[in-house]
């Protein structure tokens, strides 16, 4: 008689409960680094999401910059 083993899949890492949030990222166009906006989103809301034309303060060169939603990396949280 045949017999057939069902393996687990690899381990994955643990999922936290709840919603998936990811943090906005902006590439500096001074130094093109990446840059936290300090702003969080549901990823699955982000598709949809209607984003003005934000301002930051750059992490990086000090400078304040603009941007929209094509500018956005989003992120895991760290
Ligand atoms: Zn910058």
């Not at 393996?7 to 643990?14: C, E, I, L, N, T």
């Amino acid at each position: 008689m045949a017999t057939r083993f069902f393996f687990d899949p690899p381990r994955r890492p643990k999922v936290k409960a709840g919603p998936n949030i990811k943090s906005l990222l902006v590439r500096c166009p001074s130094t093109s680094k990446l840059t936290d906006t300090g702003q969080t989103i549901e990823e699955k809301r982000w598709q949809r999401a209607k984003v003005k034309i934000q301002k930051f303060t750059c992490a990086h060169c000090g400078g304040i910059h603009t941007w929209t939603k094509k500018d956005i990396i989003l992120a895991r949280p760290t």
